[in-house]
């Protein structure tokens, strides 16, 4: 039917041999050359991403649909927006304490203590001129201790028979107490007592003479307010003198002032911030009817002064004994 080639074969036969003799070809062609496996698929990319850890729980942001997942307790929860994702966290934990609040020492400015309100911050507190003063900002603080204090360098001392004494504070030839009168400064003088003299020399004497009392605890804590009183009298009739500014300090810091009322007696709540033994001063200007006058008590502040005050009392006794002995 097809036919036969040169060689008297069938072309049949030809075909049949040719296919066979390609495949043995084909098959020895595989035996030396291996097969190449073929390439595993790349793993895909972990598409969530560790964001944040909100009260103790991992939050990861998911890629692949744009919102964030967490566990807890094995258990998946999402996709949510991340304030979503905060407060699923927050219904599944127990609610977390309100912080405790409380004043902690922020800062010393010209020589009074600041105090900041915590763990907020949003106030300032400062106790000057026998008063509490708060602000929200350190600046309207310092702005108040300035206007209190006078200007810088200047530290107010008391007032002496209506005239006021300051020290001048900076380490030059100007160091020490001053006061004005008129128009013209006076110092500088190495004691309070110095510019005291000197104001009498400018003052002329006053009226009728006037004995001041103090009184106030021998001890308090730091920072406790308490009660400074007395009364302000004629010395000849004892008769008390009203509607009178006592002047209130302790060595040398002011402390506000006292009005007398219709028996001479005056009181003021006031506090000291620091640890020591200090001199209260009561002070009396006077007025062209009455004559000035003061006077002055020990105070212990602090974890000590229950001991340091009856100490010093005891060292007193023991030197006026001693004195007189010497007598």
Known sequence: MYGEDLYGNS??????????????????????????PEPEPEPEPDQKVFVETYRGVDV??????????????????????????????????EP????????????????ILIYIWMPSGAFYQAIFGGETHNATSLSTLHAEID????????????????????LW????????????????????????????????????????PTNITISAPGSVEEGQVFNVS???????????????????????????????????????????LSTGVYTLNAYYAGTTTFGASESTIKIGTGALSDMIVPLLALGLGIALIYASKRI
Do not use: M
Request: charged fraction near 20%; charge should be negative; hydrophobic fraction near 30%.
């Open 11 to 36: 072309c049949t036969a030809g075909l049949r041999f040719t296919i066979a003799r390609v495949k043995q070809d084909i098959d020895a062609y595989r035996d030396r050359v291996p097969e190449e």
């Open 60 to 93: 990861f942001y998911d890629s692949a649909v744009f919102r964030y997942w967490f566990e807890f307790e094995s258990v998946a929860y999402g996709p949510a927006t991340l304030n979503e994702a905060h407060t699923w966290i927050d219904t599944l934990l």
């Open 96 to 111: 977390e304490p309100e912080p405790e609040e409380y004043w902690e020492y922020h800062s010393t400015y010209r020589g």
């Open 147 to 166: 206007a209190f204090l006078g200007p810088e360098g200047w530290k107010f001392i008391e007032i002496y028979r209506g005239l006021a004494i300051y």
């Open 169 to 208: 504070q900076t380490q030059d030839e100007w160091y020490g107490y001053w006061t004005a009168s008129g128009g013209v400064q006076y110092g500088p003088f190495t004691t309070v007592q110095a510019c005291r003299d000197k104001i009498d020399e400018l003052v002329e004497p006053t009226g009728i």
């Open 230 to 272: 007395g009364v302000l009298y004629e010395t000849g009739t004892q008769h008390g003198v009203p509607n009178q500014t006592i002047s209130l300090s302790y060595n040398g810091v002011n402390l506000g002032s006292a009005t007398t009322a219709s028996d001479g007696r005056y009181q003021k709540n006031v506090s000291i």
